[in-house]
């Protein structure tokens, strides 16, 4: 492996269920010097109803263990751990850090909740389960991002912290 600290994302849409494209992806991730891959957990079609599917499980191991990268994983653009029922979703959470283990990705990246930077208890809910997913993952880092927002640019400015002030 090269000594360069270079991560290549690999769009969801290039790869979409197919190892021979995933396999060329990779392939373009280390011609361009990378040795990081940021891998979409939705486009390798491992998981239904959020549980892995052993035979692409296998498959794709098998593709990503011929290249030399170290790997991260974004969970489903779809997943949001206050949608639905909650121990599920921390539940499949746990299915994602399974197959991480199998293929050697070390970071796992999700978005939090949709929540307006107002609600204090929608944040210490969202706090709290991922600190109980942390504890799943032992070894595995747990990345959050910010979540697509697509209301309105007040409520957006809400979201991230540089809205209207609030009254005292």
């Known amino acids: 492996m090269n000594n360069k600290n270079i991560g290549i994302g690999l769009n969801a849409d290039w790869v979409d269920g197919d190892d021979e ?10 011609s361009s010097g ?6 979409i957990a939705h486009s390798m079609d491992i998981f239904i109803n959020h549980k892995i599917l052993k035979n692409r499980l296998l498959d794709v191991k098998k593709v990503l263990l011929e290249f030399d990268f170290n790997y991260s994983m974004h969970m489903p653009y779809s997943f949001d751990p206050q949608r639905g ?19 050697n990705i070390t ?39 910010n979540p697509y927002y697509t209301k309105g640019i007040d409520e957006c400015r809400d979201y991230i912290g540089v809205g209207r002030q609030v009254a005292k």
């Open 85 to 103: 029922d909650i121990d599920e979703n921390i539940s499949f959470f746990k299915e994602c850090i399974n197959f991480a283990r199998e293929v």
């Open 21 to 30: 494209r995933l396999r060329h992806c990779l392939n373009l991730a280390k």
């Open 107 to 145: 970071c796992i990246t999700a978005h939090a909740s949709e929540i307006n930077i107002y609600d204090e208890e929608g944040i210490k809910k969202n706090i709290e389960i991922y600190k109980k997913v942390g504890k799943l993952a032992e070894d595995i880092k747990i990345g959050i991002e």
């Open 34 to 39: 990378g040795n990081s891959c940021e891998l």
